[in-house]
T-cell receptor, first 110, second 116 residues
Framework: KQEVTQIPAALSVPEGENLVLNCSFT??????LQWFRQDPGKGLTSLLL?????REQTSGRLNASLDKSSGRSTLYIAASQPGDSATYLC?????????FGTGTSLTVIP | DTGVSQNPRHKITKRGQNVTFRCDPI?????LYWYRQTLGQGPEFLTY????????KSRLLSDRFSAERPKGSFSTLEIQRTEQGDSAMYLC???FGTGEGNQPQHFGDGTRLSIL
């Protein structure tokens, strides 16, 4: 069974800092990987989707990379803002199922 | 595109009662997913539909759980004889995909179930 791990579980940074969130998965036979943010009591908001044939995707201040062979993905957030405070989740598509990590709780301090 | 809509937002019920949740996906999306999420955890996959066909069910989905997607549009998730352990946020997501390809999943805001 696919297992997804996210490190660190929590992160606190001052506003303006660049940061990296990590996601690792045990089975490299994936179709794609998706990064989400989740605000308290809310559903998930899609940030970036990387297909298995791609190495990275960018959207604004966000850049996600994928190294399928090593089972790793990173989400890079540039020039962090207080509005970026949320829980960030990665999800791996292994066919008909998506497997989620437990998330990284990010706090950006003004 | 009005997004994924879930109803109700909150449901409080007594143990042993049946509950039903509804999900209206984004209209052009052919794929629909149900997840369960408890505090501090990531969503756990429950089941997946492509159009009206239920193609995957998790072992988490006991015989008290049933999901339908008639006509490939909205979906319902029913829990019979609810138990304390069923208390969780139930999330619905939809996407468009063909074969192995999948566009991003879009999530609703979930239904929070509390069992008294």
């Amino acid at each position: 069974k696919q297992e997804v791990t996210q490190i660190p579980a929590a992160l606190s940074v001052p506003e303006g800092e660049n940061l990296v969130l990590n996601c690792s998965f045990t089975d490299s036979a994936i179709y794609n990987l998706q990064w989400f943010r989740q605000d308290p009591g809310k559903g998930l908001t899609s940030l970036l989707l990387i297909q298995s044939s791609q190495r990275e995707q960018t959207s604004g201040r966000l850049n996600a990379s994928l190294d399928k062979s090593s089972g790793r993905s990173t989400l890079y957030i540039a020039a962090s803002q207080p509005g970026d405070s949320a829980t960030y989740l990665c999800a791996v598509n292994g066919g008909n199922q998506f497997y989620f990590g437990t998330g990284t709780s990010l706090t950006v301090i003004p | 595109d009005t997004g994924v809509s879930q109803n109700p937002r909150h449901k409080i019920t007594k143990r042993g009662q049946n509950v039903t949740f509804r999900c209206d996906p984004i209209s052009e999306h052919n794929r629909l997913y149900w997840y369960r999420q408890t505090l501090g955890q990531g969503p756990e996959f429950l089941t997946y539909f492509q159009n009206e066909a239920q193609l995957e069910k998790s072992r988490l989905l006991s015989d008290r759980f049933s999901a339908e997607r008639p006509k490939g549009s909205f979906s319902t998730l029913e829990i019979q004889r609810t138990e304390q352990g069923d208390s969780a946020m139930y999330l619905c997501a939809s996407s468009f995909g063909t074969g192995e390809g999948n566009q991003p999943q879009h999530f609703g805001d979930g239904t929070r179930l509390s069992i008294l």
